[in-house]
């Protein structure tokens, strides 16, 4: 009940539209005296999967080709169309992360590395690294090594993507190396504390922490294959040979009915901006195409007819043929919905990728019908084999003598599936880097010169208040690692 009171209480004041922390002590992280990390974590936490799973999920969504605008609506056209300037996903996105979630967790870092408290220390590191990832793939540089030092630097310098992933790499592997026990009658010397219901993600397991990081290093590993290779394949086949890797959902659950207690997508996209969000052609197609039993349990058709996708971008052209959200498929969104940082699924499709690029192709197909397997089950969907054994359409491909590139396509179109709905970001991020799934089409909205997004602008708030923010860069100029 503690973790519902706790999230309850953060997102009511982030729903609110409040940028600014909800914990005045973060002001200075090093010199917080009222508050503990108890207190703060939950905090941490809750900001960072209200913004990730709320519209940095929308931003995904659409970007990933999961969603699209509805006809006889027009809320999010800017993401249909790629005209996004630096003052979106600013102050309630990006400002909020930086002066919520991870100054929170840098508090909750700072105090619990003093006291060698290292298990709120690695929970506190982990969402951090997290959220510092997303951020640096979707800016490409950040405020990072001068960042959150409250009034002892008002104007970080702006470190690139590459230092921000390597530093991130240290801190998690600092961190699951530290002693873990925890302070009991049987271990009265231990300094480390048993988490509860403050460790809203896994209630205090930390064998589930260490498998979080391992699968974080991975993901992070897996972005640099092809930019920095060797670093890439020395950093996965290590984890490969350790084999500790998430194999349940990493997720934030503790959401409610009543407004402002709700899962943040639901909230904003279907409660208070509703007949907008509408299913996108491009998924909807797709599974329809090859019988995909997950088919409805991602989109809810329109009453009385059959499932119905919209093309991207056609929320003016198509008007005339579906007038209304009523005459299309919808994402199949609820308000107790899950936030997730990391899914099942999307583990086993990590895995399979590093094994294929890494390490066998044998444990490569395994970990890839796992992964469907786990997001079929996710979803309640009813499994069915002969969609991915032998001679199905989702057979993992290997006759004729299949490439390296038929076998990676695979990977990742089935992982763009498990992603819809919860995690649609990472599936844009992964398109970004390997252009699959391959047959997403340019909005013919578009104002980019058929060219997709790539990133976000940095944003105006940085622009107002810090000199140090770099000029501005397209949205269309690839981040750093998103060498195909």
């Known amino acids: 009940m503690k973790k519902i009171i706790y999230v309850f209480a953060i997102l009511s004041i982030i729903g609110a539209g409040c940028s600014k922390s909800f914990f005045d002590v973060n002001t200075d992280p090093n010199n917080a005296a009222t508050s503990t990390p108890k207190l703060t974590l939950p905090a941490g936490i809750a900001s960072s999967a209200y913004v990730l799973g709320g519209w940095y999920q929308l931003l995904g969504g659409f970007w990933a080709q999961h969603w699209t605008q509805s006809t006889g609506a027009s809320q999010w056209t800017k993401l249909d169309d790629y005209s996004l300037l630096p003052t979106d996903f600013d102050t309630r996105q990006y400002a909020e992360l930086y002066v919520g979630s991870l100054n929170d967790l840098e508090y909750v870092r700072n105090v619990a590395g003093k006291t060698n408290d290292w298990t709120y220390y690695l929970v506190a590191t982990c969402i951090q690294a997290y959220t510092f990832q997303v951020l640096a793939d979707l800016y490409d540089k950040v405020p990072f090594s001068e960042a959150l030092k409250g009034d002892g630097n008002l104007a970080p310098k702006w470190d690139n993507g590459s230092l921000v992933y390597d530093s991130l790499i240290a801190r998690l592997n600092y961190a699951i190396s530290k002693d873990l026990t925890t302070k009991s009658v049987s271990n009265p010397l231990a300094t480390s504390s048993v988490l509860g219901d403050e460790d809203l993600v896994f209630q205090g397991d930390m064998k589930k922490w260490i498998q979080f990081a391992n699968t974080l290093k991975l993901k992070i590993y897996l972005r640099q294959v092809i930019a920095r290779p060797n670093i890439a394949s020395s950093g996965i086949i290590a984890l490969l040979a350790t084999n500790n890797f998430l194999s349940v959902d990493a997720k934030v659950t503790a959401f409610g009915k009543e407004q402002n207690k709700r899962n943040p997508i639901y909230e904003t996209g279907v409660d208070r901006l509703s007949g907008n969000i509408v299913a ?205």
């Not at 819809?420 to 992964?430: G, K, Q, R, V």
């Open 280 to 484: 996108s052609y491009t998924l909807l197609n797709f599974l329809v195409s090859n019988g995909d039993p997950r088919l409805d349990y991602i989109y809810t058709p329109p009453a009385g007819k059959p499932q119905t996708g919209l093309k991207q971008g056609h929320y003016k052209s198509d008007a005339p043929t579906y007038p209304t959200i009523t005459s299309l498929s919808t994402p199949n969104l609820q308000a107790l919905d899950p936030v997730y940082y990391f899914m099942a699924s999307e583990s086993y499709f990590l895995q399979a990728e590093a094994q294929l690029r890494y390490g066998t192709d044998a444990a490569a197909q395994a970990l890839y019908i796992k992964g469907i397997q786990a997001s079929m089950t996710k979803l309640g969907a009813t499994n069915n084999p002969t969609l991915y054994n032998t001679g199905g359409v989702y057979a993992y491909p290997t006759t004729p003598p299949a490439t390296a590139n038929e076998k990676l396509k695979a990977i990742i179109t089935q992982k763009w599936i498990a992603l819809a709905n919860s995690e649609s970001l990472e599936a844009f991020f992964d398109q970004n880097r390997t252009g699959y799934p391959d047959f997403l089409t340019i909005s013919p909205t578009n104002v980019t010169s058929n060219m997709f997004p790539k990133r976000l602008l940095f944003p105006n708030s940085e622009r107002r208040s810090n000199p140090n923010t770099p000029a501005q860069v397209p949205i269309t100029t690839p981040v750093w690692w998103a060498i195909q």
